[in-house]
């Protein structure tokens, strides 16, 4: 029979019931299998999107990256294998008036290290190794790692002049120690030692202040500069530029080639004024005594030679310098002053400018004659002739020769405080020359509103007699008195000192100061007879050109009396003065100032007992004056 499709009804419960399909509806299935679809629909969309989304997040991280971060990730990349070995410039020369070498500079070895190396494991292991080849505590290795501020390419020097020994314990260490390299460079060199040391000055690599200073001037860690001097007044034409070598390496630190270079610039060269032999003389002439010499061209002011003892080796400077070196150099007694630049009472040479004023004035004309004696009472104080007893009645010329006190006292007290100060003044007293030194001193030329000032009194006759006879407050710097003695020699005009050659500036600088003709004439006839019939008599040789000059014994308790001596030759047409200046020397200035000078002329136009043959063929080489010895004077 056939089947309806309905089941019959039956009693009890159906064993098939469980399975009972549903009627279809039409249009079921389609809305079913559309409800399937929309579930896988659903479940890619979500899937789509969030695999979306991670992209995203990774392509814009790739992004960042690349674009915005580019750059510096290629750097980062690059410094993994690329290192910077900067090259530090040649220093230009110094050089002599003559071409002779003054400074220049000497090959060595420094150690230079990568910065990055501090962050590896084994840092504090080679940090105490790097400290007992290179002889230096490990905490200035670190400390100079640390002051770097760049991205850690650029190689550090942490150690210059390198020994042998060094270099081989270096390389031996090589495998261990990774970002090291060893490399050639210039260290300043003086090869006359002390000679001139005070004019050359020295170099010497910036400290951490320093270096904060002049780095808006291109100046960076480890670079070596003048530190006084000549070295330092003309820094900007010796330094040069830096170079550096790019350098590629592999893992272990090796270098394996080099990537490009840019060639350092080196400084330029400077020609000094100064005469290396005449140099060389006024220091073994001065010997081992407290002072000061200085030569110069009295009509350009060129500076020809400059000394000043105690003195100092500037190449020790030039590696960093130890404790105990330093020590050494404190205790010979302030080597690192420039006495040549430094004040102080200018005695009898101060004469000139007294007779200048008495001369100009019209109230002491070149016929002038005063009685001297034994001393001149102001107010109560007496000015003591240095000789107790006076020189009768004399003029100018006379009283130059023997260094009067009581005749210039007079001269002073007539024409007055006032003058003396404006003519001091005027022959450049109290006030720099404008060498090119920075340890100059201007000195001192006091007046009545700064004693007030300072001491709250009134000025008085007795300043002003002090001030005729070159002592009390007066100050003067021994390349001041040479420099007014070279202008009475080249005819009444103030000159410029400088220490280059070819510095035509200077060289053209010539302030006139209006003297009257006799003026002129009776001081140089004075500063003759000092020489010819006074107390510098032992400087009147007859090898030499006609000498004219002035000695000064100056007071300075509570030690021995500085003496000075200064002149100019040859008297009819100077074309050289100098100035011989002893600390505490005591004696004279004739006798113990006078023969420095004498021998600094010597060289100067090569004569005397050094340059004369003996029947050997030989040049003897001995400095003593063969003249007799005079007594004591002024």
């Known amino acids: 029979m056939r089947h309806s499709g309905i089941l019959p009804k039956t009693k009890g419960k159906n064993k098939y019931q469980k399975f009972q399909v549903r009627p279809i509806v039409p249009g079921e299935k389609q809305k079913q299998n559309e409800r399937t679809i929309g579930k896988h629909r659903q479940s890619i969309f979500i899937m789509s999107l969030v695999s979306l989304v991670l992209l995203g997040g990774v392509g814009s991280r790739l992004a960042y990256l690349q674009l915005y971060q580019g750059d510096l990730n290629r750097e980062r990349a690059e410094n993994n294998r690329v290192r910077i070995l900067p090259k530090q410039p040649v220093r230009g020369n110094l050089f002599d008036r003559k071409g002779k070498v003054l400074a220049t500079a000497r090959l060595t070895h420094a150690l230079y290290l990568w910065p990055r190396v501090q962050h590896q494991p084994d840092w504090p292991e080679n940090l105490q190794r790097l400290s007992d080849i290179l002889n230096i505590p490990a905490s200035e290795i670190q400390k100079r790692i640390e002051q770097t501020d760049d991205n850690g390419s650029t190689l550090v020097r942490i150690a210059r002049s390198l020994t042998p020994a060094q270099i ?27 000679n001139g040391a005070h004019v050359l000055g020295y170099t010497g690599e910036l400290n951490a202040l320093e270096l904060k200073e002049r780095k808006p001037f291109g100046y960076r860690l480890g670079d070596v500069a003048g530190k006084m001097g000549v070295e330092d007044a003309y820094e900007k034409q010796l330094r040069g530029e830096w170079g550096g070598i790019q350098l590629e390496v592999n893992g272990q630190g090796k270098v394996m080639k080099i990537l490009g270079q ?15 032999d005449l140099q060389k003389t006024a220091e073994e002439a001065l010997g081992k005594r407290k002072g000061a010499v200085v030569a110069m061209n009295p009509n350009t002011g060129e500076v020809l030679a400059m000394v000043s003892y105690p003195s100092f080796d500037p190449n020790v400077f030039s590696t960093p310098i130890t404790t105990k070196i330093w020590r050494e150099l404190q205790g010979e007694g302030n080597p690192f002053i420039n006495r040549s630049l430094q004040a102080f009472p200018p005695a009898s040479t101060f004469k000139v400018v007294t007779d200048t004023a008495g001369l100009q004035s019209g109230k002491f004309p070149p016929k002038t004659i005063l009685h001297t004696a034994a001393y001149l009472n102001v107010g109560g104080t007496r000015f003591g002739e240095w000789n107790h007893a006076g020189f009768g009645s004399i003029g100018y010329v006379r009283a130059l020769a023997m260094s009067s006190n009581t005749f210039h006292g007079q001269i002073g007290r007539g ?12 022959y450049g007293f109290g006030s720099k020359t404008g060498i090119e030194l920075a340890e100059e001193t201007p000195g001192l030329i006091v007046d009545a509103e700064w004693k007030r000032k300072n001491f709250n009194w009134d000025w008085t006759d007795g300043d002003t007699v002090n001030m005729s006879i070159g002592q009390g407050f007066t100050l003067a710097t021994p390349l001041q008195v040479v420099r007014m003695f070279s202008a009475i020699a080249n005819g009444g005009y103030l000159v410029k000192p400088h220490l280059t050659k070819d510095n035509g500036d200077s060289q053209k600088w010539r302030k006139p100061l209006n003297l009257k003709p006799e003026t002129i004439k009776t001081i140089r006839a004075g500063l003759r007879a000092v020489v010819s019939e006074g107390t510098a008599r032992r400087l009147d040789v007859p090898y030499l050109p006609p000498i004219a000059g002035k000695s000064g014994t100056a007071e300075a308790p509570p030690g021995k009396s500085h003496t000075w001596f200064g002149g100019f030759a040859p008297f009819d047409k100077p074309e050289i003065a100098v100035l011989a200046f002893v600390e505490h020397s005591g004696g004279g200035g004739g006798s113990t100032a006078g023969p420095i000078v004498l021998q600094v002329l010597e060289t100067y136009y090569k004569a005397g007992p050094r340059y004369e043959k003996k029947e050997d063929g030989k040049t003897p080489t001995t400095n003593k004056p063969t003249t007799t010895v005079q007594p004591r004077n002024r």
């Open 262 to 276: 840019k060639i350092a610039k080196p400084g330029n060269d400077v020609t000094l004024s100064l005469d290396l």
């Open 168 to 194: 081989t314990a270096l390389e031996e260490y090589r495998d261990q120690i990774n970002g090291i390299e060893v490399d050639v460079e210039t260290l300043r060199h003086y090869p006359n030692g002390k």
């Open 415 to 426: 024409v007055g405080g006032p003058a003396l100060i404006k003519w001091a003044r005027d």
